[in-house]
């Protein structure tokens, strides 16, 4: 009975290790498994970001291209003494990098030391729709020059002075109406006296007869 004995308990060891190797092979399968499926949801991730990346290229060169067409039409609105603007922008430069005063020519550039003379010369020759016209360009060059801050603060000084000389005159600088009641100089408004036209008005007469009880 010993050897049947040994022979049976043998076999027992020998099943019981294959289905513990068994067990484990199908531990590592499931490992596997959930590996690979963690593996095709990074590759999902990493094919979804590649699609946002194309899209987003694809559209960054579509605004690239609406920029460009948009700066180029730009042309037709600006004064040609501007057109470096948008030069130095379609070269990604800094359009009032090393430029001087004489960039802006209907921008009016007042030192910090002016000759006070011909400021007041250069006033008194402005009419009231050259004061409005140059103030527009002397805001204009302020706003562009916000990197030459130097630069910028002559043309903020100009500002300011033609603000003043349009109160004085009773000038509306924004639109150019000129009311003399509202200067404060009588004299300086009466140095300029023109205005832009009023609006055309057209009176219709009723040629209808009416019923009146």
């Not at 030069?87 to 004489?102: G, I, M, T, Y």
């Not at 006070?116 to 006033?123: F, G, H």
Request: hydrophobic share 35%.
């Amino acid at each position: 009975m010993r050897p049947a004995f040994d022979a049976v308990l043998g076999f027992a060891r020998r099943f019981a290790a294959v289905e513990l190797h068994r067990k484990d092979l199908d531990l590592k399968e499931e490992k596997l498994t959930l590996r690979e499926h963690r593996l095709d949801k990074r590759l999902g991730a990493l094919r979804r970001r590649e699609d946002e990346g194309d899209l987003a290229e694809a559209r960054l060169g579509w605004r690239s291209r609406v920029l460009a067409r948009t700066r180029e039409s730009l042309r037709d609105f600006v004064p040609r003494q501007l057109h470096f603007v948008i030069d130095a922008l379609s070269r990604d430069e800094d359009p009032v990098s090393k430029k001087e005063p004489d960039a802006f020519p209907e921008a009016w550039s007042i030192p910090n030391t002016p000759d006070r003379k011909q400021v007041q010369k250069t006033l008194d020759d402005l009419s009231n729709g050259a004061l409005v016209r140059c103030f527009a360009a002397t805001q204009d060059a302020y706003l562009l020059c916000e990197e030459a801050p130097d630069l910028q603060r002559t043309f903020g000084t100009g500002i300011k002075t033609l603000v003043h000389e349009a109160k004085m005159r009773g000038l509306d600088i924004q639109t150019g109406k000129h009311d003399p009641k509202k200067a404060t100089n009588p004299e300086r408004a009466q140095l300029h006296r023109d205005t832009p036209p009023g609006p055309i008005r057209v009176k219709r007469r009723i040629r209808e007869r009416q019923l009146v009880r």
